[in-house]
């Protein structure tokens, strides 16, 4: 089956520090993967899209890394801020590239 | 307009009423989609709606049953549900149903068996 797993269930992190959160995936690589941010009761928002050929992306102070050989992709904020605080989703395709499913998120707290 | 909205935002009911969500975008997009999320658990996908067909049902109980009655509006009718469905029920929707395409979501309705 096609998993995809986020092995940290939270990491705190000093406000001002760069937050890598990792998302591992089994079986083959898919062509693209989804990171979305979810605020506690609400519903996740989309942050970013990397495609496998693409190696890195950028947003801001965001950062998304591919790695077809690791079968991994991290994902960075630098110069984090309390407000960054909130859990963190990769998302893969999935049933014929049809629909995403979610990893279990890691949730991330910035202190000041 | 970038917004789905869902209603209601909570929701609390008995093992043998029926109630209904409803979930609405206006970002003319074709595929919509229900997930239920339990608490620090990530969305589960229950159904996908490809220009307003069911296209994906995953293996979800018949107590739920999903409806689409144009592109813009979708609906979940929920009888007879067990305390286990208690989660946060959202809404997605994006351009079509691939997974390419961001998926955008609603706030959620909070529902509660009793």
């Known amino acids: 089956s096609q998993k995809i797993e986020q092995n940290s269930e939270a990491l705190n992190i000093q406000e001002g520090k760069t937050a890598t959160l990792t998302c591992n995936y089994t079986n083959y690589s898919p062509a693209y993967l989804q990171w979305y941010r979810q605020d506690p009761g609400r519903g996740p928002v989309f942050l970013l899209l990397i495609r496998e050929n693409e190696k890195e992306k950028r947003k801001e102070r965001l950062k998304v890394t591919f790695d077809t050989t690791l079968k991994q992709s991290l994902f960075h904020i630098t110069a984090s801020q309390p407000a960054d605080s909130a859990t963190y989703l990769c998302?893969?395709?999935?049933?014929?590239?049809?629909?995403?499913?979610f990893g279990k998120g890691t949730m991330l707290l910035v202190s000041p | 307009d970038t917004e789905v909205t869902q209603t209601p935002k909570h929701l609390v009911m008995g093992m043998t009423n029926k109630k209904s969500l409803k979930c609405e975008q206006h970002?003319?997009?074709?595929?919509m989609y229900w997930y239920k999320q339990k608490a620090k658990k990530p969305p589960e996908l229950m159904f996908v709606?490809?220009?307003?067909?069911?296209?994906i049902n995953e293996s979800v109980p018949s107590r739920f049953s999903p409806e689409c009655p144009n592109s813009s509006l979708l609906n979940l009718h929920l009888h007879a549900l067990q305390p286990e469905d208690s989660a946060l029920y959202l809404c997605a929707s994006s351009q079509v149903a691939q997974s390419s395409y961001e998926q955008y979501f609603g706030p959620g309705t909070r529902l509660t068996v009793t």
């Open positions: 970002m003319g997009h074709r595929a």
């Open positions: 709606y490809s220009y307003e067909k069911l296209s």
């Open positions: 998302a893969r395709p999935y049933s014929g590239y049809s629909t995403l499913t």
